[in-house]
């Protein structure tokens, strides 16, 4: 009979305290560990947002080179083609220095930072966006960017396709904006010759 009643008390199961008490420990858990991997993987959109909008950003840089380069060319051509006006009709606008476009700082390269979460972003699009994007080869849209009078990029604003927004804001103006304009090369008249003492007239 004792044998019988250990072997009965070796067999027993959890009481329905010790359940409650696990299941209260694996909630404590869950509470914890879920937005930490959910933190993770925001993260993660993050930075996958940010490594497109660098490339929307170097895309944009050779895109504007190229526009000043033309631009450039049509006013030495037409000085009547202004290259301000030229590259507006590209860019969101055309601008020396950065918008006050604040957020919180995700890379910085050189004088140009990445912020996420950005505020204060000039309203607008740009004409070239569509074409910054399929330069780009990235999946979410670029919604505005401005350019320098040399065509440099101080300001662009990304979304991504996890509705991500991201924007780029240079601190680098274009510095002596002068566009030297070389004249046609026009033959000069040769001198005329000076008499020399030896010389006479005749009559």
Do not use: H
Not at 22 to 49: C, D, H, M, N, Y
Not at 147 to 171: K, M, P
């Amino acid at each position: 009979m004792l044998l019988r009643r250990r072997k009965y008390e070796s067999r027993r199961g959890f009481t329905l305290v010790e359940l409650v008490v696990v299941l209260v420990i694996l909630a404590i858990l869950a509470s914890v560990a879920v937005p930490a991997f959910s933190r993770q993987l925001e993260t993660g959109q993050e930075r996958k947002a940010v490594t497109e909008a660098q490339a929307c950003v170097t895309a944009a840089t050779g895109l504007g080179a190229q526009k000043y380069t033309e631009a450039r060319t049509a006013y030495i051509q037409d000085s009547n083609k202004k290259i301000d006006t030229t590259l507006a009709a590209w860019a969101g606008e055309v601008w020396d220095e950065r918008p006050t476009v604040t957020g919180t700082l995700a890379q910085r390269e050189g004088t140009g930072e990445y912020l996420l979460t950005p505020q204060n972003t000039p309203d607008g699009t740009a004409a070239g966006a569509a074409e910054v994007k399929a330069a780009a080869g990235v999946d979410g849209t670029v919604l505005n960017f401005w350019c320098n009078t040399n065509g440099q990029i101080v300001y662009l604003l990304y979304r991504s396709a996890d509705d991500i927004l991201v924007a780029y804001a240079n601190d680098a103006n274009s510095g002596d904006n002068g566009i030297v304009i070389p004249t046609a090369n026009v033959p000069t008249q040769a001198p005329t010759p000076t008499k020399t003492p030896t010389e006479t007239e005749t009559p």
